[in-house]
T-cell receptor, first 116, second 113 residues
Framework: NAGVIQTPRHKVTGKGQEATLWCEPISGHSAVFWYRQTIVQGLEFLTYFRNQAPIDDSGMPKERFSAQMPNQSHSTLKIQSTQPQDSAVYLC??????????????FGEGSRLIVV | GDSVIQMQGQVTLSENDFLFINCTYSTTGYPTLFWYVQYSGEGPQLLLQVTTANNKGSSRGFEATYDKGTTSFHLQKTSVQEIDSAVYYCAMRDCGSFNKLTFGAGTRLAVCP
């Protein structure tokens, strides 16, 4: 059973360019979460979807960041006009929400974004 | 808003030493508390979940409890091994937040042989 798959694992982009990160949740999981991880801020919640619907995007920067979940098998996080401060590891996680394992978030290995 | 404070940024121990990591939390609701572990190059993975105050959760030799009175929860292991070297995060989910977790800053554990 594959875990959460994130691509690309590493991305280097020039300042001002766009970056798109992909996430494939575990099959059958109804919730998808995006987190950002940096040394300074640690793990920061960005946004999450339940049954593909956006539920809470309170952690998303108001400008340049957007997330979508067009179908149950993938979600994307897009950063427009990337800035050096966007450099981070972006983690995707999925969850069942119900049952004995419903509380558990299963994280992917992350996408490391470097903006130069 | 909800917050989790994890003060110990780095802990260095020798094999067979006792580990104790503490977190405090703040919420207006009824939290479920977690410990996640992150090994180098991987995403965080669930280590323990503690749902009820003063009850213990245990996994892989680790134990976790939380004290509702002091709004604190901790992770301990009697005898750490080198393979336990990782970053440990405490996390909180408020009732009704559909698994949205608030994480502490993380404690990097280095265990020397």
């Amino acid at each position: 059973n594959a875990g959460v798959i994130q691509t690309p694992r590493h991305k280097v982009t020039g300042k001002g360019q766009e970056a798109t990160l992909w996430c494939e949740p575990i099959s059958g999981h109804s919730a998808v979460f995006w987190y950002r991880q940096t040394i300074v801020q640690g793990l920061e919640f960005l946004t999450y979807f339940r049954n593909q619907a956006p539920i809470d995007d309170s952690g998303m920067p108001k400008e340049r960041f957007s997330a979508q979940m067009p179908n149950q098998s993938h979600s994307t996080l897009k950063i427009q006009s990337t800035q050096p401060q966007d450099s981070a590891v972006y983690l995707c996680a999925s969850s069942l929400l119900v049952g004995a394992l419903g509380n558990t978030l299963y994280f992917g290995e992350g996408s490391r974004l470097i903006v130069v | 808003g909800d917050s989790v404070i994890q003060m110990q940024g780095q802990v260095t121990l020798s094999e067979n030493d006792f580990l104790f990591i503490n977190c405090t939390y703040s919420t207006t609701g009824y939290p479920t508390l977690f410990w996640y572990v992150q090994y180098s190059g991987e995403g965080p993975q669930l280590l323990l979940q503690v749902t009820t105050a003063n009850n213990k959760g245990s996994s892989r030799g680790f134990e976790a409890t939380y004290d509702k009175g002091t709004t604190s929860f901790h992770l301990q292991k009697t005898s750490v091994q080198e393979i336990d070297s990782a970053v440990y995060y405490c996390a909180m989910r408020d009732c009704g937040s559909f698994n949205k977790l608030t994480f502490g800053a993380g404690t990097r554990l280095a265990v020397c042989p």
